[in-house]
Each structure stands twice: as C-alpha cells, then as structure tokens.
Nanobody
Framework: QVQLVESGGGLVQAGGSLRLSCAAS????????MGWFRQAPGKEREFVAA????????YYAESVKGRFTISRDNAKNTVYLQMNSLKPEDTAVYYC?????????????????WGQGTQVTVSS
C-alpha cells in the first residue's frame, strides 16, 4: 500500500551534519503522518521525530531536540530529517515510518509502513 525508501545516510565526523530523505509511493502522501525512528546495535528501535500531514506540527525526542529538524515536501512526496551537531551516540540505522491514523506520534506500533533503513555512523 505504501512504499518508503530512505537515503542520505553515511559516515560523518562528530559535529557534522547529514540530511536524510524518505521518498514515499503507493498512496497520497498528504494523507500520511510521517516519522523517523532509529535503532542502534543491541538496542530497541526508538522514536526520533514525527510530522503531521500538513507539516504544521512536529515532534521530537528529547535527545535530538534542538539538533534535528523534520520537514516534508508534499509536492515531492518526501520527508526529510536534517541532522546537525551529530554525536557518536546518534550512530544507528534510521528508519522512515508512515501511517494514516497516528494518534501518539512517538509510539512504534502506531505506524504500519516502514522503510528498509539507512545507516548513519558518527565518528569521534
């Protein structure tokens, strides 16, 4: 029903920046709440950021607030995660997620559609 493809991951030094992109297809993009989650080796998948259908409301994990910015371009069917001031603890696989009926934006089981993930590695 919905396919999500992440891109933009890579290796960056601490203090650097990366911008992740998630391209959606298969459904009207404007109907989807979009989120970003991440999973480090041996750890649970955790919430990073989310954005409402129109882009008017955003939500962030406390660990990334002030450093990361989520945005969307509905004309391009794409959601972005701008990551600044990166730290080694940000190293993880980052996953894009989507759903049409999200109530609690930070809850994993609210999202039915997931991308394959993109690796972000921050070196010290």
């Amino acid at each position: 029903q919905v396919q999500l493809v992440e891109s933009g991951g890579g290796l960056v030094q601490a203090g650097g920046s990366l911008r992740l992109s998630c391209a959606a297809s298969g459904r009207t993009f404007g109907s989807l709440v979009m989120g970003w989650f991440r999973q480090a080796p041996g750890k649970e998948r955790e919430f990073v950021a989310a954005i409402s259908r129109s882009g008017s409301n955003t939500y962030y994990a406390e660990s990334v607030k002030g450093r990361f910015t989520i945005s969307r371009d509905n004309a391009k069917n794409t959601v972005y995660l701008q990551m600044n001031s990166l730290k080694p603890e940000d190293t993880a696989v980052y996953y894009c997620a989507a759903d049409v009926g999200v109530v609690i934006y930070s809850r994993r089981n609210e999202y039915d559609y997931w991308g394959q993930g993109t690796q972000v590695t921050v070196s010290s």
